[in-house]
């Protein structure tokens, strides 16, 4: 391996070495029960997952559908805490080298204080975040220098209301992917995407971003997968995975069948 | 001025636009249109030919000379609870009804607690034949029938919220996913100084009207637009801050704002904020918030539904910060008798929430011949049910 490769950030090694087709899977931390977190990741590797976002429970996460928005409030009545959930991912990086991204939302953040929760994501491997209430100008003038004093990605949101020249701005300050927010509305899952998403799809794509770019909200199926992985480089799945593992019995069993269906083959043992 | 919020939405540390990209774009809108609309001399006159002919506006500011016998001041009151749907809600919701026609919306949403900001936007949606959606939390529906069918007779579709604790802050929260879900046809409606700039500041505006009336009435009625104090009670803080607004920068008025204290501020069922809460992000915007240390938000409690609400507006969190108005609370059992109190002695039958307001009176030192205007946001005809529960009248 290349020294240059070796220190790079493991989300934009994986957008090197992969152009489409990728899997990124959203969970909440300490969901469906309180230590299942670095299992779920653990088996996502092991199935094929390219790279996990793992969900910082918030008591009001308003970019999120109801399935989401039930996982959060079960994990925080499971006991669940951002202190614990860095105390989870203590030994990560000793079984998972797949990239992991933490998506929440900023108060837990800016209670926990900016520059401890950027440490300890650096400490446990963390490599970039998502944080859907942080605007991009806050980011900017506060936030931006301590990520990348701490080798982390911001990962910027963008609908089919965002202008030409907002999608322009965002890829300029970006180095990583873009979140593709696949339609107007808050995650959930959908059957199928419409001629008016795929136009956008396409739309954005037409616009050859310097970022790749990757298609969230309403994944569920391996026919919403394929469609989004047609026009940008892989998708983003959350609450119809959150749905496969809310009753699991046999978690492994389970995380491994999901990511089959989804992708239509991966899978390893 | 001093007191007024900044081009990134900010009061000092307060404030901002802590929004999903989904909704960056409404957002936008607003903050490059609003006050281009609401400066027109049209949108203006339409306005304030609305707030007099259909509100009834000006309310009066009434002396209340039993009250002031017993508190040895002079006590005005400034009569919100004559507005049109019985409390100052519905000044912002007709200044906002007409800036979303102006911005070609065609339907509404908006979230209430009690249901007072509810009924005024369906009153306005009505007026303006607009379709509205109001959110309201599934605890709250059932604490505040009257209301929920008052938005029903007049024609509003009411969503119960069913997520978190179901009360007021879920109700916003609902409210802002319907936003995201209907970006471009629809304009929401926030029911207080709160969310992401510029609602706080135009809230603000909207019910300004309040305290620039008093200076003109107060200047009639006693030769000088200057009183000593100015009470209002803070849920999340729009009639205060329309009662202190043209207020802010003769310092010599005394502001004070009363929040819940529940069943007291140590007894962990309470709303006073600013006692119990500390610097962080709800709703989009960064103020003063009652949250666990790992910054999950906690459910406050207040007898008085509208005030039941974790945080306050980031221009109250400002105004605190900076020592500009002084914060004291009031516990239901304080506010419940102050209810009385006035219903005994002037004949009137305040809101809960207002109440909280007249029970600062027995916490102030209060100098004879003081001039003091208590803000009475709204009449006690919804609160009928608590006051009967209540019971020691
Ligand atoms: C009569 C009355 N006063 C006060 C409030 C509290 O809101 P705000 O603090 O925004 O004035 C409410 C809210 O429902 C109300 O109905």
Redesign the interface.
Known sequence: MQLEAYYMNRINKLFNEKSSGILSVYYTAGFPNIDDTLSITQHLQSAGADMVEIGIP??????D??TI??SN?KA?DNGM???LLFEQLKGLRESVDIPVILMG????????GLKDFCKACQEVGVDGLIL???????YQEHYQSTFQQYGLKNV????P???ED?IKHIDSISDSFIYM?SS???TGAKDKFSKENMTYFQRIKDMELNNPTLTGFGISNHTTFEQATQTSSGAIVGSAFIKTITNSTDLKKDVHEFVKRLTGLRGTN | MKYDVDS?GYYGQFG???????L??NIEELREQYLKIIEKESFKAEFDDLLKQYVGRPTPLYFAKRLSEKYKAKIYLKREDLCHTGAHKVNNTIGQILLAKALNKQKIIAETGAGQHGVATATVCALMGMECIVYMGEVDMARQRPNVERMRLLGAEVVPAK??SRTL??AT?EA??HW?????DTHYIIGSVVGPHPYPDMVARFQSVISAEIRTQLSSLEGRALPDKIIACVGGGSNAAGAFYHYLNDERVELIAVEAAGKGNESGKSAATTVLG???????SKTL?M?T?????VEPYSISAGLDYPGIGPIHAHLFDVGRVKFESATDQEAMEAGVELSRLEGIIPAIESAHALAALSKLELKADEIIVINLSGRGDKDLETYIKWGKY
Do not use: C
Request: glycine content about 8%.
């Open positions: 918030f008591s009001d996460p308003v970019a559908g109801p928005q039930e409030q925080l805490t951002l202190k939302y900023i108060n837990p953040v800016i209670q926990f859907p209430d942080l605007p991009v100008l806050e910027f949101l963008i609908s209301q965002t202008s907002r927010v107007a509305g808050t | 990134n901002g636009a802590f929004i999903p990209e989904m960056y774009p997520s978190g802050k879920d929260n802002m996913r995201i879900s209907n970006p471009t500390k610097p962080g992000v709800l709703h989009g918030l949250q240390e790992d910054g999950q938000v």
